[in-house]
T-cell receptor, first 112, second 115 residues
Framework: AQSVSQHNHHVILSEAASLELGCNYS??????LFWYVQYPGQHLQLLLK??????LVKGIKGFEAEFIKSKFSFNLRKPSVQWSDTAEYFC??????????FGKGTRLHILP | EPEVTQTPSHQVTQMGQEVILRCVPI?????FYWYRQILGQKVEFLVS????????KSEIFDDQFSVERPDGSNFTLKIRSTKLEDSAMYFC?????????????FGSGTRLTVV
């Protein structure tokens, strides 16, 4: 069965630090990959997505992610985080059956 | 930007009662989904719905649950006899006909509290 693994459950950073959140998936076929963000008390919002083409994907709010097919990875990065980036981040994969499977999430806490 | 609308935003119900969670998907979307997130846990798939029938459901989606598209706009999740462990945030989502280039669009969720 396919799965999504997020390596870090809780990350604490200071403002201006660089961020990288790991995500690996297990599925051998063609996948679509997503990162969603959930700010405190709010709903899931799409940060960025990968369907095909350039494996380096740029999303909203300065986030980017790189799809490395050989490593089954889709790590999320941001060069300089802000206090407002405090949120929970979910990596997700959608297979040909069109169902999205979420990782367990990474809770990011930015210290002002 | 089109939105998925969910009502109510918060519902408190007594154990054993029936609840109906309502969703209005994006108007030209044809695929609809329910997910739930128990506090502190990951977002879990419940069910997908297409062409007026369930296309896939998870093991969580047992006989206690049902979904319906009663008219052209609403998509509902019914929980027949609620249990304490049904307390969670329930998210509705929809996607475009081809599975599109946009991922799913999620609603803002309904927080269900069973007491």
């Amino acid at each position: 069965a396919q799965s999504v693994s997020q390596h870090n459950h809780h990350v604490i950073l200071s403002e201006a630090a660089s961020l990288e959140l790991g995500c690996n998936y297990s599925y051998g076929g063609t996948v679509n990959l997503f990162w969603y963000v959930q700010y405190p008390g709010q709903h899931l919002q799409l940060l960025l997505k990968y369907f095909s083409g350039d494996p380096l994907v740029k999303g909203i709010k300065g986030f980017e992610a790189e799809f490395i097919k050989s490593k089954f990875s889709f790590n999320l990065r941001k060069p300089s985080v802000q206090w407002s980036d405090t949120a929970e981040y979910f990596c997700a994969v959608r297979n040909r059956d069109d169902k999205i499977i979420f990782g367990k999430g990474t809770r990011l806490h930015i210290l002002p | 930007e089109p939105e998925v609308t969910q009502t109510p935003s918060h519902q408190v119900t007594q154990m054993g009662q029936e609840v109906i969670l309502r969703c209005v998907p994006i108007s030209n979307h044809l695929y609809f989904y329910w997910y739930r997130q128990i506090l502190g846990q990951k977002v879990e798939f419940l069910v997908s719905f297409y062409n007026n029938e369930i296309s896939e459901k998870s093991e969580i989606f047992d006989d206690q649950f049902s979904v319906e598209r009663p008219d052209g706009s609403n998509f509902t999740l019914k929980i027949r006899s609620t249990k304490l462990e049904d307390s969670a945030m329930y998210f509705c989502a929809s996607s475009d006909p081809a599975g599109g280039d946009y991922g799913y669009t999620f609603g803002s969720g309904t927080r269900l509290t069973v007491v």
